[in-house]
């Protein structure tokens, strides 16, 4: 990470970097926050974790500094602290758009019960406000099948009402003929009271729910699952949901970076380093374009054109991305069906 912030910077005339190491705790975090203040540096890049954003944040607010997280915990943004990482909202509002474009409107959300599934819940009831849909139905779950099948039934409803002869069913009047012993073919499954479902499990837990949505005949195209960008990697056991959808950076975006790092470096740009560059190559247009890192500066209503594609700077410490969508392949892993919109004032961004 130090490298591509490095790689951002170089030239003459750009801001110099001054590196601290925060050790990775919030605690180191802060103490790295003190000591860069006062040397006089003027805007913080990172650090990584939420935790240690915590710690850093009120240290730079009272100084007037800004600061450029590298994490995703969009519970951290504030004025003057932002927060990079590519967040679950983000994510969730381009799905949402995609979703309401193509006439996906009656939403549900299955979630564990995490920081992230909570993330997420909470970024699909915001999105589904912004954009005028109906509340979407949202169901959260344990560790365990039982739960996960729970939480499932609830978002379908109650069952349908027995089938004359079945269970439940009053028995014949006296005298009356006995009922065939046959029983008449079940009726098809009513549809679900969704059309689109938003999930946010991988691995194992992955499999179960998409075993059950199998049993309960909730599949594409009459329901278009939609979950993370977590799903882009095979190893995510996305293959489960094939023709699923999720949001993320197109990697095409990402070739001039990739292709600038390892001419420097001499190899790939390892994961994060493009949170890093970003970062830096923010601080150069801020100070090049306006000689300072005042919020104003810095949230310029134009953006910027990322490592990973577009993104700006909001005034309340949030950022808004370009992100493409794509759908999971039978294998796993991911196929671009729609590129990231080429405009930051474009539905989803």
């Not at 923010?282 to 990973?308: E, K, M």
Request: charged content about 15%; cysteine-free.
């Amino acid at each position: 990470m130090l490298k591509a912030a490095q790689l951002a910077l170089g030239g003459p005339g750009n801001p110099s970097l001054d590196p601290r190491d925060t050790r990775g705790t919030p605690e180191g975090a802060a103490r790295a926050a003190h000591e860069a203040l006062a040397a006089g540096d003027g805007l913080i890049l990172g650090p990584l974790t939420g935790p240690e954003t915590a710690a850093v944040a009120p240290i730079a607010r009272r100084a007037g500094v800004g600061v450029l997280a590298f994490s995703n915990d969009a519970a951290q943004a504030q004025p003057g602290v932002w927060v990079l990482g590519i967040t679950p909202g983000q994510q969730v509002r381009r799905l949402v758009s995609a979703a309401q474009t193509r006439g996906r409107t009656e939403l549900a959300g299955l979630f564990p019960e995490n920081e992230f599934g909570r993330a997420m819940s909470e970024a699909l009831v915001q999105n589904a406000g912004l954009a005028g849909l109906p509340p979407p139905a949202i169901q959260t779950y344990r560790p365990g099948t039982q739960s996960v099948a729970a939480a499932l039934r609830g978002l379908l409803g109650p069952a349908e009402p027995g089938i004359p002869g079945s269970e439940g069913s009053p028995p014949p009047p006296p005298g009356a003929e006995a009922p065939s012993t046959e029983q008449p073919p079940s009726p098809p499954p009513a549809p679900p009271p969704f059309n689109g479902l938003v999930l946010a499990d991988t691995g194992g837990r992955l499999a179960e729910i998409a075993s059950l949505l199998k049993s309960h005949n909730i599949a594409h195209p009459e329901v278009q699952i939609m979950g993370p960008a977590l799903w882009a990697a095979p190893s995510s056991g996305s293959g489960q949901v094939a023709e699923a959808w999720y949001a993320a950076p197109d990697p095409a975006a990402r070739n001039q970076f990739d292709a600038a790092y390892r001419a420097k470096y001499g190899g790939p740009a390892p994961g994060l380093a493009d949170l890093a560059y970003d970062a830096a190559a923010i601080a150069r247009v801020a100070a090049t374009d306006t000689g300072g890192f005042s919020v104003t500066a810095l949230a310029q209503p134009q953006g910027y054109n990322g490592a990973d594609g577009l993104l700006a700077l909001l005034p309340d410490g949030h950022v808004r991305r370009a992100l493409a969508l794509f759908a999971v392949k039978a294998g796993g892993g991911g196929e671009l069906i729609e590129p990231a919109p080429a405009s930051l004032m474009e539905p989803g961004v």
